[in-house]
């Protein structure tokens, strides 16, 4: 495109920075996104907050989710009780198992997503190379491990007592949904405020070893002894 019309490649440019200024934070936010999907199923479903959510065990040893208020809105979860393991509840996120499987699915769409974007970014980003790639995946790795860490603890100290005692479907699903972005913005603004990922990215780029003690073994020297001792 340069070679053909510098004027379109310049404008083409552009066009695509504008883009990447919108849509770089958006691999952050992925997993978050695929739950946004699953609170409006809940909504659509409901309508209404007067929905109660209770997990309890049965005579049976079995869990079970049992649903009071407002049977006649609800146009699938319509019984009054659900193994906690129906998969119709598990796929609406319902009770301590449809939550850990929804953290399961967003972390799997956030790993998914993120690798495809960075390898959109590598191949039509100006300057962006592989340590940019492999950077970026790793935190984007590394915020999900953390994003992930703190809906587990949110559903063991939060989720799980509320469901026990009776709380709003509604309330518990958006507060999911909360404790998430609001773990993903942290992060992120972590990211972007103290400029960790830049910072990696530019050492990497340089060159520059700081704070390695002399005679440290290197990668270098690690893979020249290895040639050594396997003759090549």
Do not use: C
Request: net charge positive; charged share 15%; no cysteine.
């Amino acid at each position: 495109m340069k070679t053909l019309d510098h004027n379109f490649y310049n404008s083409w440019k552009n066009n695509i920075k504008t883009i990447y200024s919108y849509t770089d934070p958006v691999s952050s936010f992925a997993g978050n996104i695929h739950d946004s999907v699953g609170v409006a199923r809940i909504a659509n479903d409901l309508r209404s907050f007067g929905v109660n959510a209770t997990e309890h065990f049965g005579k049976d040893g079995r869990r079970y989710i049992r649903l009071s208020g407002y049977p006649s809105v609800r146009d699938y979860l319509n019984a009054a009780r659900y193994l906690a393991n129906n998969p119709h509840i598990v796929n609406f996120g319902v009770g301590t198992l449809g939550v850990e499987a929804g953290i399961a699915q967003g972390a799997r769409f956030g790993i998914v997503f993120s690798a495809a974007y960075r390898l959109v970014e590598l191949i039509f980003k100006d300057e962006y190379g592989l340590v940019d790639l492999f950077v970026n995946l790793t935190m984007d790795g590394a915020k999900l491990a953390v994003s992930i860490g703190i809906a587990t603890a949110a559903k063991t100290l939060i989720i799980s007592p509320i469901l026990a005692v009776g709380g709003s479907l509604m309330l518990v699903s958006l507060g999911v949904f909360a404790i998430g972005l609001l773990a993903s913005l942290s992060l992120y603004w972590l990211d972007d405020h103290f400029k960790i990922s830049e910072t990696i990215i530019k050492h990497l780029k340089n060159g520059k070893r700081n704070n390695i003690p002399v005679g440290t073994p290197t990668a270098d020297q690690f893979f020249n002894m290895w040639g050594r001792f396997s003759r090549g």
